[in-house]
């Protein structure tokens, strides 16, 4: 059977497995190993502090097309998805190590460039840039390891397992503006300045929403993930390691009106679907939520709540409009090895 | 400029020195930060133990070619590369994160195999891997970040710029019998299969000498770095970052009698240049390295001397046989970036 045959979800289980087998709790690295795959970072006991650590691969062709993304853009973008992952944990990054493949004639000033949007979010988010490697390679790709912890005195972090029936749904930002942004760019589409610049920016320069990540802990929010593969593919994730349903309002999701105005009728698909926006998506007590809205200086959102399990998996996530009626999603996450 | 003419090693120094840049002393991370850029490993203090983390990257066509080494091999080595980089600063590992790139068509079976090799070494060594990332690629690669530690109270590990005048040269094992391996293979040449089983698990199953790395810090050994690139080259890293100068012997080169049974008067060369076979390289007092060689399970070699650096750079390493004549090494490293 092919990768392709199977599905990157299932490939990824089926090396789970094997690691999992491979387990041997008499080795300390084991045996202080909190959560291993499965969730946003791996995170184990440290002496004063959880640590976090996550990788994440850009790949050209792939994830990034040198014609619509500058090579600063793209060192910026690299970095940002995976503090993302820290920042859906609640955590703090502290070092990185950064491995590129490069194809011969790739201009040294390309790379000089990869590096200033690098170093820019590097230095924004306190991440010191501790090792790399370079490869010659066919095509370019990025891959980047960040090592982080949290960055509470209890070593709590945010898991995907923890919602719980009765749970609200919130998000941080906005949403689908990045998917916007990909349309505008890979389909040439014109737009006045300041929504063209808006769209852009959430497609090449996504912020990892690393304070909100730590408020939401501060304030007592025990669930969260971060929107990669959309909300709709997100939440999933959420619900199947939780086992938990969730409703989702379409008019309570936070749309900015650039993407309403560029896309029209299209954007709740986007707002549902799209994915790279990295905002967080959370879950906690109705109290706690309105606990953390009070005091967050970024915009957050409750767009649904959580209910207990009670259908099957196929049918774990409802969208209802403002009339109570159901919208299906066109598509609820991204293959990596599915053939398009 | 192309990053083909600038070479690899000129591309790193540009990087790094950008990230020089961007130091901000101010930030936890980079207070703590030991050594970054330019060392085998990446080490910062942690709290009861100086950490250290190593990237690196093994890409099809570039580092290795399915047509002679099998996935389960691959696998093996591929985090073998990594182990023996905390090896070579003495270290022990604790974690390893895995990013493979696979092709859509890639058997599911093959990936299987890949982690079978991989798990095998990790177990062996007490690494746990702990997240990972698949991603669809033109081309198969992996790369792995190993997150380890000094394994010894004082925090003391191996670095390259630690070598003195008068120090004796080190190796742990034999030389050569990786590159022997390569070119058996790539050559398809035929060997008694005792002969053919030795230069096959040299190239393909490297074993990252972790105990032996320990054990010389334990007796006191400061500089050390492990043989990727070749002795010359690798040798030359340490002269470089100590300043100093070195003298070989070369009838003193601890070659396998299966190498030289198959290569006769070329396993010289092998030896001196051929890379990959990830033995460590070391210095130290004549006395240190003397009570190392006595408690090692694993052969330590003397096979130069430590000078004083006089000369300029393109002659810090003197190779000389037995008649005290100069012999020139064909190949003096490996540059990712330059044109073959």
Not at 131 to 152: A, Q, R, Y
Request: hydrophobic share 40%; glycine share 10%.
């Amino acid at each position: 059977m092919k990768v392709s045959e199977l599905g990157q979800f299932g490939m990824i289980d089926v090396v789970a497995k094997m690691i999992e087998e491979s387990r041997d709790s008499r080795v300390d690295s084991w045996h202080n190993l909190l959560d291993g795959i499965g969730d946003d970072c791996a995170v184990w006991k440290g002496d004063t502090a959880n640590q976090l650590a996550k990788v994440d691969c850009q790949v050209e062709g792939i994830h990034f097309n040198l014609n619509i993304i500058t090579w600063e853009e793209l060192g910026w973008k690299s970095l940002a998805v995976n503090l993302s992952d820290i920042a859906s944990m609640g955590g703090l990054p502290c070092y990185a190590l950064v491995s590129l493949g490069l194809p011969l004639d790739t201009q040294v000033e390309d790379v000089v460039q990869l590096y200033k949007g690098l170093l820019k979010l590097a230095k924004q988010s306190g991440t010191a840039i501790v090792g790399g490697n370079m490869s010659s390679s066919p095509h370019v790709f990025v891959d980047i390891t960040v090592i982080g912890k949290t960055g509470n005195p209890a070593g709590k972090y945010l898991t995907r397992s923890a919602a719980r029936p009765g749970d609200k749904i919130g998000v941080t930002g906005w949403l689908g503006t990045s998917a916007a942004g990909l349309e505008m760019l890979t389909q040439k589409l014109e737009f006045e300045a300041q929504i063209s610049a808006c769209l852009r920016q959430a497609f090449t320069q996504p912020e990892p929403r690393l304070a909100e990540g730590r408020l939401l802990i501060e304030k007592g929010v025990k669930a969260g993930t971060d929107i990669s593969d959309g909300l709709v593919a997100d939440l999933g994730h959420i619900c199947d390691s939780s086992q938990v349903e969730a409703v989702i309002q379409s008019e309570l999701l936070p749309i900015r009106s650039e993407v309403v105005e560029a896309f029209g009728e299209r954007s709740l698909q986007m707002a549902l679907s799209g994915g790279e926006d990295y905002q967080l998506l959370f879950t906690g007590r109705p109290e706690v939520i309105e606990k953390a809205m009070k005091v967050s200086k970024y915009p957050l959102t409750v767009i649904g709540d959580i209910k207990a399990a009670q259908t099957g998996r196929t049918s774990s996530i409802v969208i209802l409009d403002s009339k109570g009626s159901r919208i299906e999603p066109q598509k609820t996450g991204w293959d990596h090895f599915k053939r398009r």
